[in-house]
């Protein structure tokens, strides 16, 4: 049973576009929602993350918007640049536990010049 | 400072050979994750160290894996009598403490399983 789900599963827009991409989780006992960047043959960096007690959180050109009812979070790419051409990963955790990753299956992201 | 490594980067094995691989964390973090990450797929739970405490475990896909963490730092991901299915990146994150949800990543060993 797969707890975080991502969607889509690869994406394609133009420099200055804004690249969307969402995740659904099952568990409410999550309450951690970091965002993670990968670009090839490297390892994931955490790009930003979320809580569940605001609804939007911003840094620089990257945004979670947050709904807790829905179960849902999205990345939203504002400007986005061919730099930002990566894979991207979002993960939920319960603070209460190891605090062990659940990861979703990953959105390739390429942004076209 | 330096960052997670891991080594080797590659590992190309024959199935049915041990492999071990390494991972040193960042100086001074406690907590010590891997993960496996297959083709197409995302980052999947294998075991977790936190210090000096019993290792979470439940990730680990059969008993042919194992991991151990001397010291509290260096960690060593062992599969015996590897198969084709187990050809994948495998990752190694580390965080200040098991509190902490930053969890920093090497760059992954590329195992591939002939």
């Known amino acids: 049973q797969q707890q975080v789900k991502q969607s889509p599963q690869s994406l394609i827009v133009q420099k200055g576009g804004i690249p969307i991409i969402n995740c659904a989780y099952e568990n409410t006992a999550f309450d951690y929602f970091p965002w993670y960047q990968q670009f090839p043959g490297k390892g994931p960096a955490l790009l930003i993350a979320?809580?569940?007690?605001?609804s939007e959180k911003k840094e620089g050109r990257f945004t979670i918007s947050f709904n807790k009812s829905a179960k849902q979070f999205s990345l939203h790419i504002m400007d986005s640049q061919p730099g930002d051409s990566a894979t991207y990963f979002c993960a939920a955790s319960m603070s209460g536990s190891q605090g062990n990753l659940i990861f979703g299956k990953g959105t390739k992201l390429s942004v076209k010049p | 400072g330096a960052g997670v490594s891991q080594s080797p980067s590659n590992k190309v094995t024959e199935k049915g050979k041990d492999v071990e691989l390494r991972c040193d964390p960042i100086s001074g973090h406690t907590a010590l994750y891997w993960y496996r990450q297959s083709l197409g797929q995302g980052l999947e739970f294998l075991i977790y160290?936190?210090?000096?405490?019993?290792?979470?475990k439940s990730g680990l896909p059969s008993d042919r894996f194992s991991a151990e963490r001397t010291g509290g730092s260096v960690s060593t991901l062992t599969i015996q009598r590897t198969q084709q299915e187990d050809s994948a990146v495998y990752l190694c994150?580390?965080?200040?403490?098991?509190?902490?949800?930053?969890?920093?990543f090497g760059p992954g060993t590329r195992l591939l399983v002939l």
């Open positions: 160290f936190q210090g000096n405490s019993a290792p979470d």
């Open positions: 994150a580390s965080s200040l403490s098991g509190i902490s949800e930053t969890q920093y």
């Open positions: 979320i809580r569940p007690d605001v």
